[in-house]
DNA sequence: GCTTTGACGTATG
DNA sequence: TCATACGCCAAAG
């Protein structure tokens, strides 16, 4: 394979954080095998780490598999994702979301996320 | 080139 | 619910 496959990765991570439907929010794993990428969620974490402030992306949809946000509850980000969050309907409980309502890798939902079909 | 670190995940107790 | 252990891999030192 390219070595250039990396950069591949990226863009494919960057679709299925994209593809999150609004008020609804997905895991690092549920991204990272959207992406082709199963048991990579920390290279999801590192990229949006790194993404520009420049980039639109919902960033904010995207938690750990157990509904908590992964920034630490102390900093801006935090607070600004919970924000964003509520303003999409998604209720945050101490920095928490339940995933088994609004979880697009939950039980519901292969075909809210998937699309029309899958 | 080896070691450490990290916006993670699953398994166990 | 919380803590510990291990797997994973790119980036930084």
């Not at 990579?40 to 790194?50: D, F, H, M, N």
């Not at 900093?75 to 999409?88: T, V």
């Not at 939950?106 to 075909?111: A, C, E, F, I, M």
């Amino acid at each position: 394979m390219n070595p250039l496959n990396c950069q591949d990765s990226h863009a494919h991570i960057y679709a299925a954080i994209a593809a999150i439907p609004r008020g609804r929010v997905a895991s690092y794993g549920a991204i990272a095998i959207r992406a082709g990428l199963p048991g990579r969620a920390r290279l999801v974490g590192k990229l949006l780490r790194e993404t520009p402030a420049g980039m639109r992306l919902p960033w904010h949809r995207v938690l750990r598999a157990s509904g908590q946000v992964a920034l630490p509850p102390d900093s801006a980000g935090f607070r600004e994702q919970c924000r964003l969050l509520r303003a999409e309907g998604v209720e945050v409980r101490h920095g928490r979301v339940a995933l088994s309502r609004f979880g697009v890798d939950g039980h519901l939902d292969r075909v809210l996320w998937g699309g029309p079909d899958s």
